[in-house]
């Protein structure tokens, strides 16, 4: 009986606290038009002053995406030409991209097929389900994938961890721990 009123006394207190939270959904193919018209990028714009997240959604339409806002959680449909992450504490869902880029720490990306990724910013999570290639300069980045068809290590304390594909990685780093066919 005690856990039971504490696990309502518990659930009640959550819902009283999270009654108040609002969310902020941002497409990023949102852009305003007049700024440049022919600029193909797709800007993040940075929220509001006030409000409370950095959180986004919309489509890619093979167009390129930088995400310079510290915090962003992104979720992308469709096909982004490329993905370039410089801000710290990203974590992006995306259906394809040809190139992701990733110099940004604390980084989460998963993805459906990316062509090639190049990381090199440190803690940094990638979990394609297939990729061509994979460049990973930073540290401590955990790497895993199905498929991969090509995968360098340089930096120090990676992971790296697929199923099928290129039957090793060219490892030049220290301390990696590498998972191939």
């Keep these: 009986m005690k856990k039971t009123i504490a696990t309502l006394s518990l659930t009640a207190v959550l819902t009283m606290t999270l009654?108040?939270?609002?969310?902020?959904?941002?497409?990023p193919v949102a852009i305003d038009d007049s700024k440049n018209p022919t600029d193909p990028t797709i800007e993040v714009e940075a929220p509001e002053e006030n409000s409370s997240?950095?959180?986004?959604?919309?489509?890619?339409?093979?167009?390129?995406?930088?995400?310079?806002?510290?915090?962003?959680?992104?979720?992308?449909?469709?096909?982004?030409?490329?993905?370039?992450?410089?801000?710290?504490?990203?974590?992006?869902n995306l259906?394809?991209?040809?190139?992701?880029d990733i110099s940004g720490n604390y980084v989460?990306?998963?993805?459906?097929?990316?062509?090639?990724?190049e990381i090199t910013g440190s803690n940094v999570t990638l979990n394609p389900d297939d990729i061509g290639s994979v460049s990973?300069?930073?540290?401590?980045?955990?790497?895993?994938?199905?498929?991969?068809?090509?995968v360098a290590i340089s930096g120090d304390y990676n992971i790296a961890n697929w199923s099928t594909g290129a039957a090793s990685a060219t490892d030049t780093g220290t301390g990696n721990t590498v998972v191939a066919p």
Excluded: H, M, P
């Design 53 to 92: 997240s950095n959180f986004g959604s919309g489509a890619c339409d093979d167009r390129d995406l930088v995400i310079d806002e510290e915090g962003s959680q992104l979720v992308l449909t469709g096909a982004c030409a490329s993905v370039t992450i410089t801000a710290d504490n990203v974590s992006v």
């Design 136 to 150: 990973i300069g930073g540290d401590y980045v955990t790497f895993t994938s199905n498929g991969a068809e090509k």
């Design 95 to 100: 259906e394809t991209a040809g190139t992701v």
């Design 108 to 117: 989460t990306v998963l993805a459906t097929t990316i062509d090639s990724a």
């Design 19 to 27: 009654a108040g939270c609002t969310f902020e959904l941002r497409d």
